[in-house]
């Protein structure tokens, strides 16, 4: 006998690829409706006011997803590095057939998202210089016309008006109520400052609230109150919760109080320093005035002194008085100087005689050699030895040759003591030695 054949079971019913997708959606809805997911940001993008992210850890990531109204709740940006704790559900994408969270809150992991989200705003606007002192405008050092901005109701206002009366009464103080605290009081601090700055005619503004926690003082850390405050043209005063607290507003104001009640103190000085300050300005006016009018009056005495000396009588005065002067100091010198050339002269006298007596001496010897020499060689001792020396009578020229004197010419004969007449006669011809 043989065994009968077991029935092969019947194959599962085929899903489409919608139904499977829509069956698995629903059961991790179900299933998975509320649950925490730990990991780094590796990837944040924001596209129509939704956020798309992907969270890693060592060895795997997964995808999600955030909703433009629960990311406007995040208070600090998502960025890609942050260890972060993802609260919401796990859904199917079916379109792509993508597994994901629908995330509805991201929290930090390790500092509160309160604290996460002024770090990143202080480093961004510090970044743009909207904290650099080189911007910080000064404040009036007695404003006539103050704005405050601040909750109507609370001690905070009484505080304030009640300083500025006390020190200073009198001041025009305008007061803009707006909510310091919760999701709206951002958006009324951001409209009061430009309600203000377009009205004008304010020296000074304050923004002020009391101490509070992290979260009260939330809308001080806003960057729309911020950008706000570097935008006013009224020289603002931040003065935000107790001494410790320290705002975005406070790094952004002209100048920040550590109370509300200091921020009054700071705008406006007490009416008695205001008074002493002014005693002691009339006091250093006075002592101005007074060496201002005793150095006028001995530039006045210097002057009359001056105008003294220019008067025709004075000066012809003092030109005599120099002349005398000039004149003595003259005939010093020139006494002196006389006296100087005479001692010159003897000096140069007792030098010079013996000298030129020698140079004397030797140029007399020179000159009597130098005589004889002449003597010996002039036409004279030629004479004296028989010579005679004959010229033409008519031109007086020196006859050396028989040709220049022909028969009949008349001659002068100079002898060695006189001269003889004689003329010619006989050929030239025959005259020649």
Do not use: C
């Not at 509320?34 to 060592?58: N, P, Q, T, W």
């Not at 890609?80 to 993802?86: I, K, Q, R, S, T």
């Not at 002024?118 to 404040?139: M, N, S, T, V």
């Not at 304010?202 to 002020?208: E, G, P, S, T």
Request: cysteine-free; overall charge positive.
């Amino acid at each position: 006998m043989f065994p009968r054949p077991v029935p092969a079971a019947a194959p599962p019913r085929p899903y489409t690829v919608t139904e499977l997708l829509a069956e698995v959606g629903s059961v991790l809805r179900t299933t998975w409706r509320d649950l925490s997911v730990v990991g780094e940001v590796a990837r944040f993008d924001e596209r129509g006011g939704h956020g798309y992210f992907v969270l890693k850890d060592k060895t795997a990531t997964v995808s999600g997803i955030i909703f433009a109204s629960d990311l406007r709740r995040v208070p600090f940006r998502i960025e890609p590095g942050l260890e972060v704790v993802v609260r919401g559900s796990l859904d199917l994408y079916a379109p792509q057939g993508r597994f994901q969270i629908k995330a509805f809150s991201v929290e930090p992991v390790g500092r509160g998202a309160l604290q996460l989200a002024f770090e990143q705003l202080k480093a961004r606007l510090e970044a743009e210089g909207l904290f650099a002192a080189e911007r910080k405008r000064p404040i009036p050092k007695l404003p006539r016309r103050i704005a405050v901005v601040t909750s109507p109701s609370g001690a905070v206002l009484r505080d304030i008006l009640h300083v500025l009366s006390r020190r200073f009464d009198g001041l025009a103080v305008t007061v803009y109520p707006v909510r310091v605290q919760g999701e709206l009081a951002a958006a009324e601090i951001v409209a009061a400052l430009a309600h203000l700055d377009r009205r004008g005619g304010f020296d000074v503004l304050i923004l002020a609230r009391g101490g509070g926690s992290p979260e009260d003082l939330a809308p001080f850390n806003d960057e729309r109150v911020a950008r706000a405050l570097a935008r006013s043209s009224i020289p603002t005063i931040s003065g935000v919760g107790h001494e410790t607290d320290v705002t975005i507003a406070d790094l952004v104001a002209d100048l920040r109080a550590p109370t509300p009640s200091a921020a009054a103190e700071l705008v406006v000085p007490e009416r008695l320093e205001v008074a002493a300050a002014l005693a002691e300005l009339a006091r250093r006016a006075r002592f101005r005035s007074a060496a201002g009018l005793a150095g006028a009056r001995g530039e006045l005495a210097a002057e009359g002194r001056a105008l003294e000396r220019l008067r025709p009588e004075a000066q012809l005065a003092q030109a005599r008085e120099r002349a005398g002067w000039l004149l003595d100091r003259a005939t010093r010198h020139v006494g002196e100087d006389l006296r100087h050339r005479r001692a010159a002269h003897a000096a140069l006298a007792a030098r010079l005689t013996p000298a030129v007596q020698a140079r004397l001496s030797v140029d007399r010897g020179a000159l009597e050699r130098a005589a004889a020499a002449l003597s010996a060689l002039g036409p004279q001792a030629t004479l004296e030895r028989g010579y005679a020396i004959v010229r033409r009578t008519a031109d007086g020229v020196v006859v050396r040759d028989p040709v220049d004197a022909p028969d009949g010419e008349l001659l002068s004969v100079r002898i060695a003591h006189g001269r003889l007449a004689a003329r010619v006669e006989g050929s030239p011809e025959n005259g020649r030695d």
